[in-house]
């Protein structure tokens, strides 16, 4: 190891680090030194003189003066500290994942508790106190200090409830567990390192607590720091400052104790009938005319959401962000509620019933694995609650693992894991419950491009085995064509189009659609139409010729509307040598992108940049001319106003619009 330059700088840091170390441990190793003295040695010597003879005399008297007043401390701090802990993280954990009207003013109040001193709270207390007859009492302490702490700790747990993500919750809302279990079995096990410093807090602030203990106490029940006073302030006799030292020591001691235990354990980190195993089922899904909207005056989030999948089916819901994808999954798994309409599992509508009643299982985005449990208990969970024979939870775990090829992760826990492993985990823990549906939430956007084909090979050839239901959200087209077996392409709350991945990308009912589809995406080419001889025709202009496009009968009025030609770059091809039936076009080659198996070529027709897919043997070098054919069958026109699909012929028009939905785009 490459030893670090003594620099002026950090010789100036060290030096002021020594500096404070001794300011704080001179004045301790005096009081040390002094309380194993005697008095003779005390006045002959200087402070900082070795005693002597070492004497414990001092300790001995100490403890006679205070040590009742000790233990009165302890039976006053440990309560008070544990009841205002709980008590805090409670309320933290309510005000954090609870959301009541009111619920932003209870929590300012109690924050403007931390703010109070100590002085105002005198009387009111003390009136309190003496009307439960607590005055002067051990538990009257115990109580005041309690209140008084309970605003400091709800504020510690509920800014670090806060932090933990909603995921976490929600599956384990889904797994079935309710408001209390998630609070014991998942966030409690987590909140380790809060709890210590919630104890260490508690501890300081009440042991050392003088103010409290001089209104509230008297004689024989006052705390060790009112002791302490005493003995110090006396004025009879000769000063025995051994005692006083040694007393201060025990006083002190508690509080040390406590930093170097629950410190060093902070650092550590934390260490009725029976179900039977069923298997797979297989549900519809129907979802009849879905809103959701957060609020008068707010644009609703979903609107007029109609679609149905049958048994075993995969819907991929897809679409860019914002657009309402995983507000549509959180209803169906009953995370957030829906403002109007039905949705109907297996016929029976479940729009009512709370996520744990609906017999949904779900892998979220974050893979919200429940961090202090093992890979096991993660899977077992949702088995656990439902309260599975623990013979069956064992025999589903050990299927899950060895489906998903995970039997040596089992002692493992997440922090230990890969992302893909932790995929894999979240979703044997959707596995082992085999609801009637499966819902993902973009599993695979946090994995690497290698791991994410992987994954998503692993997923299809899942649902291939299993059969189950399944809805997965994504933004990533290639996972809509490769895994759905239904597609619904969402934007702005709406279904844009509904059908199998060929017909979303072959026959696109909008712009909007067609643009969002294929990659590299389709071509959009801005033209105005001819129409000759009863026919419509498309120009297209490459700069250095032109070529007509027949696009048959159309509606009329069309040649007066700005239209947009679009042709996926797989239909452009090389002109064959000979005559061709179809148009052909020289046009230039401007870029070319050799990406392996194909090589995209660009072009300029209307003064627009064009791809075409080619062969890699087919590649021009750029600024070769190249001769391009078009069918004109395969290309779609789109009004360029209204995003709005152009189809030849009226019967067509009416068999497109039977198919899809024609939806104007914004």
Same mark, same amino acid.
């Given at each position: 190891?490459?030893?670090?330059?003594?620099?002026?700088?950090?010789?100036?840091?060290?030096?002021?680090?020594?500096?404070?170390?001794?300011?704080?441990?001179?004045?301790?190793?005096?009081?040390?030194?002094?309380?194993?003295?005697?008095?003779?040695?005390?006045?002959?010597?200087?402070?900082?003189?070795?005693?002597?003879?070492?004497?414990?005399?001092?300790?001995?008297?100490?403890?006679?003066?205070?040590?009742?007043?000790?233990?009165?401390?302890?039976?006053?701090?440990?309560?008070?500290?544990?009841?205002?802990?709980?008590?805090?993280?409670?309320?933290?954990? /309510?005000?954090?994942?609870?959301?009541?009207?009111?619920?932003?003013?209870?929590?300012?109040?109690?924050?403007?508790?931390?703010?109070?001193?100590?002085?105002?709270?005198?009387?009111?207390?003390?009136?309190?106190?003496?009307?439960?007859?607590?005055?002067?009492? *051990?538990?009257?302490?115990?109580?005041?200090?309690?209140?008084?702490?309970?605003?400091?700790?709800?504020?510690?747990?509920?800014?670090?409830?806060?932090?933990?993500? =909603?995921?976490?919750?929600?599956?384990?809302?889904?797994?079935?567990?309710?408001?209390?279990?998630?609070?014991?079995?998942?966030?409690?096990?987590?909140?380790?390192?809060?709890?210590?410093?919630?104890?260490?807090?508690?501890?300081?602030?009440?042991?050392?607590?003088?103010?409290?203990?001089?209104?509230?106490?008297?004689?024989?029940?006052?705390?060790?720091?009112?002791?302490?006073?005493?003995? /110090?302030?006396? #004025?009879?006799? /000769?000063?025995?400052?051994?005692?006083?030292?040694?007393?201060?020591?025990?006083?002190?001691?508690?509080?040390?104790?406590?930093?170097?235990?629950?410190?060093? @354990?902070?650092?550590?980190?934390?260490?009725?009938?029976?179900?039977?195993?069923?298997?797979?089922?297989?549900?519809? +899904?129907?979802?009849?005319?879905?809103?959701?909207?957060?609020?008068?005056?707010?644009? !609703?989030?979903?609107?007029?959401?109609?679609?149905?999948?049958?048994?075993?089916?995969?819907?991929?819901?897809?679409?860019?962000?914002?657009?309402?994808?995983?507000?549509?999954?959180?209803?169906?798994?009953?995370?957030? !509620?829906?403002?109007?309409?039905?949705? +109907?599992?297996?016929?029976? !509508?479940?729009?009512?019933?709370?996520?744990?009643?609906?017999?949904?299982?779900?892998?979220?985005?974050?893979?919200?694995?429940?961090?202090?449990?093992?890979?096991?208990?993660?899977?077992?969970?949702? +088995?656990?609650?439902?309260?599975?024979?623990?013979?069956?939870?064992?025999?589903?775990?050990?299927?899950?693992?060895?489906?998903?090829?995970?039997?040596?992760?089992?002692?493992?826990?997440?922090?230990?894991?890969?992302?893909?492993?932790?995929?894999?985990?979240?979703?044997?823990?959707?596995?082992?419950?085999?609801?009637?549906?499966?819902?993902? !939430?973009?599993?695979?956007?946090?994995?690497?491009?290698?791991?994410?084909?992987?994954?998503? *090979?692993?997923?299809?050839?899942?649902?291939?085995?299993?059969? *189950?239901?399944?809805?997965? /959200?994504?933004?990533?087209?290639?996972?809509?064509?490769?895994?759905?077996?239904?597609?619904?392409?969402?934007? $702005?709350?709406?279904?844009?189009?509904?059908?199998?991945? &060929?017909?979303? @990308?072959?026959?696109?009912?909008?712009?909007?659609?067609?643009?969002?589809?294929?990659?590299?995406?389709?071509?959009?080419?801005?033209?105005?139409?001819?129409?000759?001889?009863?026919?419509?025709?498309?120009?297209?202009? #490459?700069?250095?010729?032109?070529?007509?496009?027949?696009?048959?009968?159309?509606?009329?009025?069309?040649?007066?509307?700005?239209?947009?030609?679009?042709?996926?770059?797989?239909?452009?091809?090389?002109?064959?040598?000979?005559?061709?039936?179809?148009?052909?076009?020289?046009?230039?080659?401007?870029?070319?992108?050799?990406?392996?198996?194909?090589?995209?070529?660009?072009?300029?027709?209307?003064?627009?940049?064009?791809?075409?897919?080619?062969?890699? $043997? &087919?590649?021009?070098?750029?600024?070769?001319?190249?001769?391009?054919?078009?069918?004109? =069958?395969?290309?779609?026109?789109?009004?360029?106003? #209204?995003?709005?699909?152009?189809?030849?012929?009226?019967?067509?028009?009416?068999?497109?619009?039977?198919?899809?939905?024609?939806?104007?785009?914004?």
């Amino acid at each position: 190891m490459t030893k670090r330059a003594l620099t002026p700088g950090r010789v100036a840091i060290y030096a002021t680090l020594l500096v404070a170390c001794a300011v704080y441990l001179i004045p301790l190793l005096i009081m040390l030194l002094t309380s194993f003295k005697t008095p003779d040695d005390i006045r002959t010597g200087n402070l900082l003189s070795w005693p002597e003879l070492f004497t414990a005399i001092g300790w001995l008297k100490a403890w006679d003066s205070v040590g009742g007043f000790f233990w009165n401390s302890v039976k006053i701090t440990v309560p008070a500290v544990l009841i205002s802990t709980l008590l805090g993280a409670l309320n933290g954990y /309510v005000l954090a994942m609870w959301r009541f009207r009111g619920s932003q003013l209870f929590f300012g109040l109690l924050l403007f508790g931390c703010f109070l001193p100590f002085q105002v709270v005198l009387l009111p207390a003390s009136f309190t106190l003496g009307q439960l007859g607590l005055a002067n009492t *051990t538990g009257g302490l115990v109580l005041i200090h309690v209140v008084y702490g309970l605003a400091f700790t709800t504020l510690f747990f509920r800014n670090y409830y806060v932090s933990i993500p =909603d995921a976490l919750v929600r599956a384990a809302r889904l797994d079935g567990a309710g408001f209390f279990t998630i609070f014991g079995k998942i966030l409690l096990p987590m909140s380790v390192p809060i709890i210590m410093v919630c104890l260490i807090w508690q501890f300081t602030q009440i042991w050392n607590d003088f103010l409290f203990g001089v209104v509230f106490a008297s004689g024989d029940t006052q705390p060790i720091t009112v002791a302490l006073n005493n003995l /110090v302030n006396t #004025s009879t006799g /000769v000063k025995e400052y051994n005692v006083d030292m040694a007393a201060a020591m025990i006083a002190g001691l508690p509080t040390l104790v406590v930093y170097v235990l629950a410190g060093k @354990y902070f650092l550590r980190g934390s260490p009725p009938a029976r179900l039977k195993v069923r298997r797979n089922e297989m549900a519809t +899904l129907e979802l009849r005319n879905v809103n959701k909207s957060y609020g008068s005056g707010l644009a !609703d989030t979903l609107k007029n959401i109609e679609l149905s999948i049958d048994s075993g089916e995969f819907l991929i819901l897809v679409g860019p962000s914002g657009c309402g994808k995983s507000t549509l999954m959180n209803c169906i798994a009953g995370l957030e !509620d829906v403002s109007g309409g039905a949705i +109907l599992v297996d016929g029976d !509508d479940i729009s009512g019933k709370s996520p744990k009643d609906r017999d949904i299982a779900m892998v979220f985005q974050s893979y919200a694995l429940y961090p202090t449990m093992t890979v096991r208990d993660n899977i077992a969970f949702g +088995l656990k609650i439902r309260k599975m024979d623990p013979a069956a939870i064992e025999q589903e775990v050990e299927r899950v693992a060895k489906l998903l090829q995970i039997e040596h992760l089992l002692g493992r826990k997440p922090g230990q894991l890969s992302g893909g492993q932790q995929q894999r985990v979240a979703m044997g823990r959707a596995l082992a419950r085999r609801p009637k549906i499966y819902l993902f !939430d973009e599993p695979l956007s946090n994995l690497d491009a290698k791991l994410r084909v992987e994954m998503r *090979t692993e997923i299809k050839l899942m649902h291939q085995r299993l059969k *189950t239901t399944t809805v997965y /959200v994504t933004h990533d087209q290639i996972e809509a064509m490769t895994l759905g077996d239904k597609v619904a392409v969402m934007k $702005d709350g709406i279904i844009q189009q509904f059908g199998t991945p &060929q017909q979303i @990308y072959s026959d696109p009912a909008n712009l909007f659609v067609a643009s969002f589809i294929g990659s590299p995406p389709m071509n959009f080419i801005p033209l105005r139409l001819q129409r000759r001889d009863g026919q419509v025709w498309a120009l297209l202009d #490459s700069g250095q010729a032109r070529c007509e496009l027949p696009l048959g009968a159309m509606e009329e009025g069309l040649e007066q509307r700005e239209v947009i030609l679009g042709i996926r770059p797989e239909l452009i091809q090389l002109a064959q040598a000979g005559d061709s039936p179809q148009p052909t076009l020289r046009a230039e080659v401007e870029v070319t992108e050799p990406t392996g198996p194909d090589t995209l070529v660009f072009v300029s027709l209307n003064q627009t940049k064009v791809c075409c897919r080619l062969a890699p $043997d &087919q590649a021009p070098p750029v600024g070769a001319t190249l001769e391009l054919q078009f069918d004109p =069958d395969r290309v779609l026109l789109f009004d360029a106003a #209204s995003g709005e699909r152009l189809l030849p012929g009226k019967a067509r028009a009416a068999e497109q619009a039977a198919k899809v939905a024609r939806l104007k785009v914004h």
